[in-house]
Structure formats: structure tokens, C-alpha cells
């Protein structure tokens, strides 16, 4: 009986243990307060949206001066000027991209100036991964680094191999 009442206990607590405390909630898990872990996600899914909206201006706005975006691609690693000029040409045609978050893990340093993310987004690549660096500025959490991957199941990771396998050999020469 003593055991019933101890689990019953134990479960009563853990069901009142705040949602900030437990920073686990369904597809989500996060350090840092309420209130930054709020800030990054606003952002984060500020910065989807300006893409899928083709809004040149406020989509590079939450990069810093100094930012680093690497795409999917082997060969696309580019400053913040490289990728704008990579981009300027989707965007004046509205011919963008529209990633919505499925799954997000936020951390964020203890003196909250720093935050790393991972997420998995519904694209039009099917699932990719986002990941970054952001740093606090005066005017709002910017992207340091920018890494967007796309995701390979392991059970056709073989099939892919093959299908990329001449072109990244050829990558491989010229990178040694």
C-alpha cells in the first residue's frame, strides 16, 4: 500500500512539474527561460516564413554581417554576401522555398548570448534538418551559422551512394 501511495505521489508531482522546469514538451526540447526559448522559436519561424514570402530583405536580416549559410549541396558554402547574391534570383521571381518546422531542439548558454537549434522541416526536398548558431544582438537573435541538410533513410542510403558517388567523386579530386 505504502508503494501505491508512493507512486501516486511521484506521479501527482511530476504531472505539476512546469512545462519550463521539464523542457520537454511533445517534438520540442529547449534550455534557457521561457522568455528566450519564445524569442528563438518567434525567429526561427520568422525567418521560414520571410523565405517563403520571397521577403529578400527580412529574410537576410536575421543574419549577422559575418554569417555562414551551408546548403545541401557540397559546394554551397557562402558568407552572408555570397549566399544573398545566390538567392537575389529566387526571390525576385517569387520563386522561393517554404520550410515549416516538425521537430526543434533549442539550447541557449547560460548567459543567454548564444543559442544552437536543430530541426527537422517539411520541405519541399521532403524532410531536411536545420541547424545553426545565433547570437543575442541589440535588435534580436541573428543567425551566426546556417546548415540545411536533407535526410537520408537508412534503408536507401546505398541506392543514394551510388547516384552521388560520380558526382562528389569528382568533388573529392579537387578538395585534396
Keep these: 500500500m505504502k508503494l501505491s501511495n508512493a507512486f501516486i505521489i511521484l506521479l501527482v508531482t511530476a504531472c505539476n512539474y512546469s512545462y519550463a522546469q521539464s523542457a520537454t514538451p511533445p517534438n520540442i526540447s529547449m534550455t534557457g527561460t521561457v522568455n528566450q526559448q519564445k524569442e528563438v522559436i518567434s525567429?526561427?519561424?520568422?525567418f521560414n516564413t520571410a523565405a517563403a514570402n520571397a521577403d529578400y530583405k527580412t529574410y537576410f536580416n536575421f543574419f549577422t554581417d559575418y554569417a555562414v549559410f551551408t546548403g545541401t549541396d557540397a559546394t554551397e558554402r557562402w558568407d552572408k554576401k555570397e549566399y544573398m547574391i545566390w538567392a537575389k534570383p529566387y526571390f525576385d521571381k517569387k520563386r522561393t522555398w517554404n520550410f515549416t518546422s516538425l521537430e526543434r531542439h533549442i539550447y541557449i548558454d547560460p548567459p543567454g548570448t548564444h543559442a544552437w537549434f536543430d530541426e527537422l522541416l517539411n520541405t519541399q526536398m521532403k524532410i531536411c534538418r536545420g541547424s545553426g548558431l545565433l547570437v543575442k544582438e541589440a535588435n534580436?537573435?541573428?543567425?551566426m551559422q546556417y546548415i540545411l541538410s536533407t535526410t537520408v533513410p537508412n534503408e536507401v542510403l546505398d541506392s543514394v551512394i551510388k547516384i552521388k558517388a560520380p558526382i562528389e567523386d569528382e568533388i573529392i579530386k579537387k578538395l585534396k
Aim: proline residues 0%; neutral net charge.
Design 43 to 46: 525567429m526561427l519561424d520568422s
Design 140 to 143: 534580436g537573435w541573428k543567425l
